[in-house]
């Protein structure tokens, strides 16, 4: 059964920076689209990026220039780096793996 376990959320001041991280065990192939998502209180699951095996990235316009998606394949890791956090960006970051396998989540608070 394939698991997925993020890392990296925490509590920052506006205009600082986090870097999310999610591992993936089990049997898995590495053609499989990677993702962050992410819920605030009382809003919708949303896209945060996405990347595909060839590293091709797809964003939320609202992190566009702020955020960083990448991965490594030979890890099963994707990554998500976060510069400039804003207090809207104050939520609940979930990786996901291809079309149904989700992350636990990890709290992400941007607050001064």
């Known amino acids: 059964q394939v698991q997925l376990v993020e890392s990296g959320g925490g509590s920052v001041q506006p205009g600082g920076s986090l870097r999310l991280s999610c591992a993936a065990s089990g049997p898995i192939s590495s053609i499989y689209v990677m993702g962050w998502y992410r819920q605030a209180p009382g809003k919708r699951r949303e896209l945060v990026a996405i990347i595909t095996s060839g590293g091709g990235t797809v964003y939320a316009n609202s992190v566009k220039d702020r955020f960083t998606i990448s991965r490594n394949n030979a890890k099963n890791t994707v990554y998500l780096k976060m510069n400039n956090l804003k207090t809207d960006d104050t939520a609940v970051y979930y990786c996901?793996?291809?079309?149904?396998?989700w992350g636990q989540g990890t709290q992400v608070t941007v607050s001064s």
């Open positions: 996901k793996l291809g079309q149904a396998v």
